[in-house]
């Protein structure tokens, strides 16, 4: 979801340095946000910055303050309506409350029969769980899946579960600038 169908990284970013300095950690910068952190689940990431995951529960919880940066890729609409008739689930670390925010939010919950956080499963991305859970859930074998992503934890994810990976511009089985390049991969 983030950062392939909705670009959330400005909002978990604000959201995680107003939660540092709300318990007077050192705020971090964007580029360290991305370069470390980004596409990674919330409480790995506090525990590779030794902090207490209190602060993780509080980041969750003024999330909803920051949903405002969100903004909806231009594509993601359209994509969305070419593969309905494909059976599509969200796999995100993003924790389930925030994710259901965000989908009404640009109302494309109705684009995906299953959505799966980090709230559903032991282990969050880049371990498969959360992939072979979905593919579980919605009848389907990991090899006749394809999971697009825009993290090396997304693509790991998948080549642990046994998908094909596109890459929204990060190297995978395919890469593609934007979500609606997967269209010239999938037969319609």
Not at 35 to 60: A, Q
Not at 68 to 91: H, W
Request: hydrophobic share 35%; net charge negative; with cysteine.
């Amino acid at each position: 979801m983030d950062g392939v169908l909705v670009d959330s990284l400005d909002a978990w970013w604000s959201s995680l340095n107003s939660s540092l300095e709300t318990f007077e950690y050192e705020p971090i910068s964007r580029e360290e946000f991305i370069k470390k952190y980004w596409g990674h689940d919330l409480f790995d990431n506090l525990k590779t910055m030794k902090i207490p995951l209190k602060v993780g529960k509080f980041c969750n919880n003024v999330y909803g303050e920051h949903v405002n940066q969100i903004k909806i890729y231009p594509e993601t609409k359209d994509t969305l309506q070419k593969l309905v008739n494909y059976k599509k689930s969200i796999l995100t670390n993003t924790p389930k409350d925030c994710t259901v925010q965000i989908l009404k939010k640009f109302d494309i919950d109705r684009y995906f029969e299953l959505v799966l956080t980090s709230d559903d499963v032991s282990v969050a991305k880049p371990d498969p769980e959360i992939v072979l859970k979905s593919c579980k859930l919605l009848n389907v074998k990991p090899k006749d899946v394809v999971l697009v992503g825009d993290t090396d934890s997304d693509v790991k994810a998948g080549k642990a579960a046994g998908c094909t990976v596109i890459g929204i511009n990060v190297k995978a089985d395919y890469t593609v600038k934007d979500v609606s390049g997967i269209l010239s991969l999938i037969s319609l």
